[in-house]
């Protein structure tokens, strides 16, 4: 008011003294316009010029996992903006043995999470002096995130020395009970199984079986809680007239064909909604070493994907015209890539929806399966059975050694 009363009596002194009072006042008015506007400009300006903070997370993402997608998840809750980097083929081979993912593969699995902004291919391993550099400087990085895995390299030194000295690390909790290590192990598990399920077969005809049978795989360490299910999803509905989009599958070893096909799939609507066969389907299916990844584990990472709005686990194997109503779908789609049906002849899932009108065929982008994938893994038996007894160790110790990190 002070400001205001000075004002006042300069422009009053320059006025008529009839008009002084009149004019004065239009004066000060204009001046308390010009003093809001200016004041309000300066405070939204402020607002929208407040720094965004940029955060930096790495890795190899090799058999994308919901590990990987929940260790994103927390590094995006330390920051505004999460940008991921992809370590080289050539790196991984160098500090850990053969990927069983290709750089392309790996590219397309990160950029499809939903709490990713931006990826940079061909990332180094270690965190080296001009890289971080180049982090700081060109990707404007403010934070370096990493899990509290130790992550050595070969030579035994901490591959996140540089940004920890630099103040410039963050730690968030590994998620327990999953590992690209643990899932290779399982693959080669199931092999196994399905050799001694053959011997045990052929020794049933002989008269000289053990009793029993084989086991299925290595088991999960995986514990589902109803939080991780809430922080995966995105907690919203359909509109009340969105056209929604159904899809099934077992989604299992979630890959690149899987991203491709849901992204396809999310285009022809406004909502996608995905069915996640159970176990027992997928095992009917496909045989009893599938699947590699139990319910639980293969809806959270369907619900990771940015494609898609919900997920029903468990989802029947036929869709029903019930299931339709219920859920308002507008669409049913099934890709032209899917593994090989022993009992597919036997009854079509999709005869409800083609019956009335509401499915499609939908030409998939790229022709890789779960089968695929495992098949690399076979063939190359025996390089990832002597990574796995690398990695097994350095888990074990891990496991012994964690301490609980609050926050996640």
Same mark, same amino acid.
């Given at each position: 008011?002070?400001?205001?009363?000075? +004002?006042y009596?300069?422009?009053?002194?320059?006025?008529? &003294?009839?008009?002084?009072?009149r004019?004065?006042?239009?004066?000060?008015?204009?001046w308390? +316009?010009?003093?809001?506007?200016?004041?309000?400009? =300066?405070?939204?300006k402020?607002?929208s010029e407040k #720094?965004?903070?940029?955060v930096?997370?790495?890795?190899?993402?090799d058999?994308?996992?919901?590990?990987?997608? %929940?260790?994103?998840?927390?590094?995006?809750?330390?920051?505004? $903006?999460l940008?991921?980097?992809?370590?080289s083929? $050539?790196?991984?081979?160098?500090?850990?043995? !053969?990927?069983?993912l !290709?750089?392309?593969?790996?590219?397309?699995?990160?950029?499809g999470?939903?709490?990713?902004?931006?990826?940079i291919?061909?990332a !180094?391993?270690? @965190?080296?002096e001009?890289?971080?550099?180049?982090?700081?400087?060109?990707?404007?990085i403010?934070y370096?995130?990493?899990?509290?895995?130790p992550?050595?390299l070969?030579?035994?030194?901490?591959?996140?020395?540089?940004a920890?000295?630099?103040?410039r690390? /963050?730690? @968030? *909790?590994?998620?327990?009970?999953?590992?690209?290590?643990?899932?290779?192990?399982?693959?080669?598990?199931?092999i196994?199984d399905?050799?001694d399920?053959?011997?045990? %077969?052929?020794?049933?005809?002989n008269?000289d079986? /053990?009793?029993?049978? &084989?086991?299925?795989?290595?088991?999960?360490h995986?514990?589902p809680?109803?939080?991780?299910?809430?922080?995966?999803s995105?907690?919203?509905?359909?509109?009340?007239n969105? +056209?929604?989009?159904?899809?099934?599958g077992?989604?299992?070893?979630?890959h690149a064909g899987?991203?491709?096909i849901? #992204?396809?799939?999310r285009?022809?609507?406004?909502?996608?909604?995905?069915?996640i066969? %159970?176990?027992?389907?997928?095992? #009917?299916?496909?045989?009893?070493?599938? &699947?590699?990844?139990?319910?639980?584990e293969?809806?959270?990472?369907?619900?990771?994907? +940015?494609y898609?709005d919900?997920?029903?686990?468990g989802?029947?194997?036929e869709?029903? #015209?019930d299931?339709?109503?219920t859920? %308002?779908?507008?669409l049913?789609?099934?890709?032209?890539v899917?593994?090989?049906?022993?009992?597919?002849g036997d009854s079509?899932p =999709?005869?409800?929806?083609k019956s009335?009108?509401?499915?499609k065929?939908?030409?998939s !982008? *790229?022709?890789?399966?779960?089968?695929?994938?495992?098949k690399? @893994?076979?063939?190359?038996?025996?390089?990832?059975?002597e990574?796995?007894?690398?990695?097994?160790?350095?888990? *074990?110790?891990?496991?012994? $050694? *964690?301490? =609980?990190?609050?926050?996640?």
């Open positions: 008011m002070k400001f205001l009363c000075l +004002r009596s300069q422009v009053a002194g320059f006025v008529s &003294p009839l008009r002084r009072q004019e004065a006042r239009e004066v000060i008015s204009k308390d +316009r010009w003093i809001m506007k200016v004041t309000v400009g =300066y405070g939204m402020r607002k #720094k965004r903070i940029r930096y997370m790495d890795g190899c993402f058999l994308m996992h919901f590990g990987h997608a %929940n260790a994103l998840r927390q590094a995006k809750a330390l920051g505004d $903006e940008v991921v980097g992809v370590v083929d $050539e790196e991984i081979i160098a500090n850990k043995g !053969p990927p069983v !290709p750089m392309e593969e790996r590219l397309a699995l990160v950029s999470l939903k709490w990713v902004d931006e990826v291919s061909n !180094p391993y270690a @965190i080296t001009q890289f971080m550099n180049r982090l700081f400087n060109e990707h404007k403010d370096i995130i990493h899990g509290d895995d992550c050595l070969p030579d035994g030194t901490d591959a996140y020395a540089l920890k000295k630099a103040g690390f /963050k730690q @968030i *909790k590994r998620t327990e009970g999953v590992s690209s290590t643990d899932i290779v192990g399982r693959i080669l598990s199931s196994n399905a050799m399920s053959e011997d045990h %077969n052929a020794t049933s005809m008269g079986s /053990k009793k029993g049978s &084989p086991s299925h795989g290595a088991l999960s995986f514990l809680t109803s939080q991780r299910i809430v922080q995966f995105n907690g919203r509905g359909p509109g009340q969105a +056209r929604i989009v159904y899809i099934d077992a989604f299992d070893l979630f899987h991203i491709e849901l #992204k396809s799939a285009q022809l609507g406004d909502f996608l909604l995905v069915g066969h %159970n176990d027992q389907t997928v095992s #009917k299916l496909r045989g009893k070493q599938f &699947p590699i990844m139990h319910l639980h293969r809806s959270l990472s369907v619900l990771g994907c +940015r898609v919900e997920v029903i686990i989802a029947p194997w869709i029903t #015209k299931m339709i109503t859920f %308002n779908i507008s049913v789609v099934h890709g032209t899917a593994e090989n049906n022993s009992f597919a079509d =999709y005869a409800v929806p009335i009108g509401i499915f065929l939908l030409e !982008p *790229k022709n890789i399966t779960t089968t695929s994938i495992a690399r @893994i076979v063939a190359n038996h025996d390089a990832f059975k990574r796995n007894a690398k990695k097994v160790e350095s888990e *074990k110790k891990y496991y012994a $050694e *964690k301490k =609980y990190i609050c926050g996640e």
